[in-house]
């Protein structure tokens, strides 16, 4: 009953998101004074070390990291519809390895806002979260994620609160956040917090039982801010908080993004992103006496961080 309710609620938010994007479409088409603000931001980072007869030894090491943020925004009367695209990608070659996946993110934010004050939206939101490319050990051997194998999807009512441009407090107090692991082999493993594959009575998983989706339904909010702190340095911050109402709910999972971008000329720029995640659902490798062995599972704050220098491009 629970995962029909999870459903019907989802469709019904998308349904209403593209409901009301038709609606500002067509209205935009219909008066040439409507503005929409398209933009964006692209850089590519390299770093390269090269080592000849290095007495202190090393390793050389070639590596690339790109990623991209678009936006596109609407606002006319009452109504508000922003939509925003971060894609992140990234590659490195040891010396004598093959090229691996360094970083991969894919996010999309759909959010539709009726003014209800000065300062106050009513708001939906629809968020979904993966990546591109599938993600295997260095051995290659085991496959531990790949495309909607994560995909979190939340999909949001609630209000905004937008004092100004650069800041937006959006509280939901009614979310359906669902986890999707398309992939049937990390289905069956339990990947990522879903149910495993049934066993057969000797205790062996049987193939193709594993669940595709998990499933919570709780209170939610998303904190986001813009801005240049100084000049030519701009802190773009994306704080999500999730509840789950039927478990745990004390237990918090937290998604938090910061990305500071340095401006050094029109070409180059330097950027450090740092990201922390924390699910309870989803069990991390623990090694518990510290002896370089895994001996358990469980609960862990994810930590990630990039620095980078290269070239960058935005445009309007």
């Known amino acids: ?39 964006g931001m692209g850089a590519v980072n390299f770093s390269q070390v090269s080592l000849s007869n290095w007495a202190a030894g090393g390793q050389n090491t070639v590596s690339v990291l790109g990623n991209a943020n678009l936006y596109a925004n ?20 040891l010396e004598g390895r093959r090229v691996q996946k360094s970083d991969d993110k894919l996010e999309l934010n759909l959010k539709y806002g009726y ?18 490319m599938p993600t295997y050990t260095i051995t290659r ?25 650069k800041l937006s407090v959006f509280i939901s107090p009614f979310t359906g956040k669902f986890t999707i692991v398309a992939n049937q082999g990390l289905a069956d493993k339990g990947a990522f917090g879903v149910n495993p594959a049934d066993k057969d009575a000797e205790g062996n998983p049987i193939p193709g039982t594993g669940d595709h989706v998990r499933r919570e339904f709780g209170g939610y909010i998303n904190v986001r801010y813009k801005n240049e702190i100084l000049k ?23 998604n938090w993004e910061n990305l500071i971008n340095f401006k050094v000329n029109k070409i180059i720029s330097a950027s450090f992103f740092a ?9 991390i490798d623990v090694d518990r006496d510290n002896d370089s062995k895994v001996d358990g599972k469980g609960p862990r704050l994810q930590l990630k961080q990039t620095l980078g220098l290269g070239v960058s491009y935005k445009f309007k």
């Open 1 to 39: 009953m629970f995962s029909y309710y999870c459903r019907s609620f989802l469709f019904a938010l998308i349904f209403t998101v593209i409901s009301n994007a038709a609606a500002v479409a067509q209205s935009a088409a219909a008066d040439s004074t409507n503005i929409w603000d398209f933009g």
């Open 74 to 93: 609407y606002e006319k009367g009452k109504n508000t519809w922003n939509n925003s695209a971060d894609l992140t990608y990234g590659l490195v070659k």
């Open 115 to 132: 003014r209800a004050s000065k300062r106050w939206y009513y708001t939906s939101q629809l968020n979904i979260r993966s990546q591109l």
């Open 141 to 165: 051997d085991t496959l531990k994620s790949n495309f909607f194998s994560p995909a979190a999807v939340l999909a949001s009512l609630g209000m905004d609160y937008k004092p100004n441009d």
């Open 232 to 254: 030519n340095v701009t802190l773009q911050s994306k704080l999500d908080m999730f509840s789950n109402y039927l478990k745990k709910p004390e237990n918090v999972d937290l």
């Open 275 to 283: 990201h922390m995640i924390y699910d309870d659902d989803v069990d």
